[in-house]
């Protein structure tokens, strides 16, 4: 079975610093990787995702993420974080059910604080 | 193109009661799936949906369950509600079957509350 740790859940950052959020996963196969975001009161937005190729991936809002397969890593990176960017962030794997379909498997989520 | 909505956004029952939650896709999705979002287990899968069939489901009790329609849209319903069903339940359409190459596209979710 497949799994996401993310070892940060609450993590403080200045506006304009730069961002890294921790993403570790466990799956036997090659894993499909996402990041997700969760404002306060919406639902969940797709920030970017990886299936195979280049290893650092682009995603909406200035975010990219970087899989590294030695580590069984899929960090969240950003530049220069916005207050806008204050949110709940989520990491998640799709593995193989039980039916032989996909399904997504979450991380308990990192919580983004952004102080002025 | 309308996002996913999902009715009523906030709802309060008590225990032993059971509620229905109401989802609709977005235009042309066939693949609803649900989630079950609480501050201890995270977000935890119940079960999807494709064409009024169940096509996957997680690992929760025979109380909670689910249906389709026609139109895709879906409706989860939580019988006999205990406290510890209080949760934000998120309700994700893709075109497809949920995976890896059929994004999901998320409701803003309905918070039930069981006193």
Known sequence: AQSVTQPDIHITVSEGASLELRCNYSYGATPYLFWYVQSPGQGLQLLLKYFSGDTLVQGIKGFEAEFKRSQSSFNLRKPSVHWSDAAEYFCAVVGVANFGNEKLTFGTGTRLTIIP | ?115
């Open chain 2, 1 to 115: 193109k309308a996002g996913v909505t999902q009715t009523p956004r906030y709802l309060i029952k008590t225990r032993g009661q059971q509620v229905t939650l109401s989802c609709s896709p977005i235009s042309g999705h066939r693949s609803v799936s649900w989630y079950q979002q609480t501050p201890g287990q995270g977000l935890q899968f119940l079960f999807e949906y494709f064409s009024e069939t169940q096509r996957n489901k997680g690992n929760f009790p025979g109380r909670f369950s689910g249906r389709q329609f026609s139109n895709s849209r879906s409706e989860m319903n939580v019988s006999t509600l205990e406290l510890g069903d209080s949760a934000l339940y998120l309700c994700a359409s893709s075109w497809g079957l949920a995976g890896a190459y059929n994004e999901q596209f998320f409701g803003p979710g309905t918070r039930l509350t069981v006193l």
